[in-house]
């Protein structure tokens, strides 16, 4: 049984076939065919990504994944619909949400931790590297600038900003998003404490949802935390536009001192 923020092998006997067969588990028309006769890859080397197009966590690793150039099965999990708390998917991920990656008889379940091991499981020439070589003074920054990024709370902006929109410069969001925000917020409390009655044996992994769902509600709708984790976020941004900008100058002054050299 696969744990939260951990690999964990499986041989996925238990997979229900209507998570493949339903929306959640459709993969995309035309994408396997595509993927499968690329000539580098094996079969088993693909990788099946349940994620939702909007959810930042799973966004990260898509680029990571086509930035690599990796076969791919994307199968969609819809958060609008609430599938991430259907009985098939708290099994697969106890209670966590999207992204999960199942490789062969690995699933990887923390977009982090999927990051990390897609880098360090699919190498070879032809395959780009992601991070900086070990021990690099490039390797630091990015794990320093990772870190950072990595800690923000993108979801208590993104639900904080919809329930506070006076917090916001110029806001475009409509009133009735507020409302419907919230509506959806307390019916998903209703909802985990529903089927944790119907699955008995998920009790754990769903009061353990409830409650951390009731504690985001909170954080999410305090004014006062919010202007202070919007504040702390553009003070991040700035750190990290003054970071590329920086070496953005280093890498035109190499390219000159190389342009030199071959002149001379």
Not at 43 to 57: C, E, I, M, R
Not at 73 to 85: F, G, I, M, T
Not at 158 to 185: F, N, Q, V, W
Request: glycine content about 4%.
């Amino acid at each position: 049984m696969a744990t939260a923020s951990n690999l964990t092998p499986t041989n996925c006997s238990w997979w229900p076939i209507s998570a493949i067969e339903n929306d959640a588990g459709k993969t995309h028309e035309g994408e396997g065919d595509a993927e499968t006769s690329k000539p580098s890859f094996k079969a088993k080397d693909k990788l099946v990504l349940y994620h939702w197009t909007q959810s930042f966590s799973s966004q990260k690793i898509r680029l990571v994944i086509a930035e690599k150039g990796l076969p791919c099965d994307e199968r969609d999990v819809s958060l609008p619909l609430a599938e991430q708390k259907e009985p098939w998917f708290m099994r697969l991920n106890l209670g966590e949400e999207v992204p999960v990656v199942i490789h062969g008889d690995n699933i990887i379940s923390d977009y982090s931790k999927i990051i990390d091991y897609v880098e360090n499981n699919f190498v070879g020439e032809l395959i780009p590297q992601l991070m900086p070589e070990a021990g690099s003074l490039l390797h630091s920054r990015v794990l320093q600038y990772r870190e950072i990024l990595e800690s923000l709370p993108m979801d208590a902006y993104t639900h904080g900003c919809i329930l506070h929109p006076e917090l916001t410069i110029d806001s475009m969001i409509p009133k009735y998003a507020t409302a419907e925000i919230r509506r959806h917020l307390a019916n998903a409390t209703t909802e985990l404490l529903k089927l944790d009655n119907e699955e008995p044996q998920l009790t754990e992994p769903y009061l353990s949802k409830h409650k951390k769902l009731m504690a985001k509600i909170l954080e999410h709708d305090n004014v006062n935390n919010l202007t202070k984790i919007l504040i702390e976020l553009s003070m991040v941004l700035d750190q990290v536009e003054a970071e590329l900008e920086k070496r953005k100058l280093e890498y035109e002054a190499k390219a000159r001192s190389l342009h030199n050299t071959l002149q001379a």
